[in-house]
């Protein structure tokens, strides 16, 4: 049903900034929550930042907010992570997922993931 490939990541310098991009596939796009999550070497995943179908809620991982920005364009069928101030412990693949927000749970199920993209922060 839905298809999601990252984009964006690469080598970069402390204080730089990157835009990954997660383009995906599939006309249920609009309706799900998209999220962004990381995994770096030895560690395990953890959460960065969601947004819901419309675009109107957000939320960030604490070790993010207030340097990054998430955002949708339903329109194109892509998700952006606006990633400043880069720093070395934000070296790690980072993933797209997607997936409904189960009511009854009362969070989002993350059905579908991408492949990642590697992003590394040298000091």
């Known amino acids: 049903q839905v298809q999601l490939v990252e984009s964006g990541g690469g080598l970069v310098q402390a204080g730089d900034s990157l835009r990954l991009s997660c383009a995906a596939s599939?006309?249920?796009?609009?309706?799900?929550?998209m999220g962004w999550f990381r995994q770096a070497p030895g560690k395990e995943r953890e959460f960065v930042a969601r947004?819901?179908?419309?675009?109107?809620?957000?939320s960030y991982a604490d070790s993010v907010k207030g340097r990054s920005t998430i955002s949708r364009d339903n329109a194109k069928n892509t998700v952006y992570l606006q990633m400043n101030s880069l720093k070395p412990e934000d070296t790690a693949v980072y993933y797209c997922?997607?997936?409904?927000?189960?009511?009854?749970?009362?969070?989002?199920?993350?059905?579908?993931w991408g492949q990642g993209t590697q992003v590394t922060v040298s000091s």
């Open positions: 997922a997607a997936g409904p927000f189960d009511h009854g749970l009362g969070e989002t199920r993350y059905d579908y």
């Open positions: 599939g006309r249920t796009f609009s309706s799900y929550v």
């Open positions: 947004i819901s179908g419309s675009g109107g809620w957000k």
